[in-house]
């Protein structure tokens, strides 16, 4: 075959792919369902017997846990763009990104672990492309088995599948990147720049795992309490107490749990705080519906005078900073 006539073939690009949890298409009941059913099928979320939990999740809780987590997400659902939060801001990350890092050898784009866009589907968009690079940013700071391990299983079993592979580079934890924890001082300062009160104390909420995942060898509790500690040392004017959120199932998760410590708090003469999540990239349901509007509830009602949340990083000019900084350093 003469080489004019070789077939034309996109080669020689890179793919950048920065990955979130994830978000169901909508508040309705089905979509909802269909979202928890990927996300809870995750052998590595919930580690017991797969066919005990099967029953279980298929007979209970996806019959009844639907129609209170789509409650949750109407509140805080973006309905002018009718979407939610977590995507809004993903896809508002990724188009930042592309405006500073995309060029003709250089694609940026974003997935979800769970539900749309699929990381399956974007990376056979990336190589379509001609990209045989890729580049995994998992929006995780801190590095757990249940969140930025299962990214990896997906990508690893997408590959799989790929007579064609690319090369491919996964962008590890950032818990204590310097860009990170100033941009998280510096969203503490500029909240209370805000307050016509002053925080007594400062709630770093991080999702929390099991206790069990913990006792066999997961570093991730040991990640947040560096983040925490690394803020405290760059803001010391108000104490800073980590917590741990949004407990699932009956067994012992990582303590001490954020609701417990709000319901607490007021009877200990605490009743002015301030919270952020540092765990998340993106405001989502379990910052905006969990704490921001049942956790003031909470507060409030057991005696707190004063409570607001600080926002995620999410798509400022100090978050696009720090996720291009990452990606920078392994573009060849």
């Not at 866009?117 to 990336?126: D, G, N, R, T, W």
């Not at 405290?232 to 108000?238: L, T, V």
């Amino acid at each position: 075959m003469n080489k004019s006539d070789h077939p034309k073939i996109n080669y020689g690009k890179t793919g950048i792919l920065i990955v979130n949890l994830g978000t169901p298409d909508s508040t309705s009941w089905w979509d909802i369902r269909k979202y928890l059913k990927e996300f809870l099928s995750d052998k590595r979320v919930i580690e017991v017997n797969p066919i005990v939990w099967q029953i279980i999740l298929n007979l209970f809780i996806l019959t009844f846990r639907p129609s209170k987590t789509a409650h949750a997400y109407k509140k805080i659902w973006f309905k002018n763009t009718n979407e939610s939060p977590l995507l809004y801001y993903t896809k508002s990350q990724a188009k930042k990104l592309k405006d500073r890092i995309e060029n003709e050898n250089i694609i940026v784009d974003f997935a979800m672990r769970y539900g749309n866009p699929s990381i399956s589907s974007k990376l056979a968009f990336l190589k379509t492309q001609g990209c045989e690079n890729i580049i995994i940013l998992p929006l995780y700071p801190q590095y757990a088995a249940a969140t930025t391990a299962t990214v990896c299983d997906e990508v690893y079993r997408t590959l799989m599948k790929m007579r064609w592979q690319p090369s491919l580079q996964i962008i590890p934890h950032y818990e204590s990147e310097p860009l990170y924890i100033n941009a998280l001082v510096k969203s503490m300062t500029d909240k209370i720049k805000t307050l016509s009160w002053k925080p007594e104390l400062i709630i770093a909420s991080y999702h929390g795992i099991p206790k069990s995942y913990f006792d066999k060898g997961d570093p991730y509790q040991c990640y947040c309490q560096k983040t925490t500690r690394l803020m405290s040392e760059k803001f010391s004017d108000i104490k800073i107490q980590t917590t741990f959120q949004s407990r699932f199932g009956p067994q012992e998760w990582l303590k001490p749990y954020t609701d417990k410590t709000l319901d607490d708090l007021p009877k200990k003469n605490i009743k002015n705080i301030l919270i952020i999540c540092p765990g998340f990239a993106s405001d989502c349901v379990e910052t905006l519906e969990e704490i921001s509007i049942q956790g003031k509830e909470s507060f409030i009602s057991n005696g707190g005078l004063n409570f607001d949340l600080i926002p995620c990083l999410n798509d400022t000019n100090d978050h696009i900073n720090l996720l291009e900084n990452l990606i920078r350093k392994y573009i060849v």
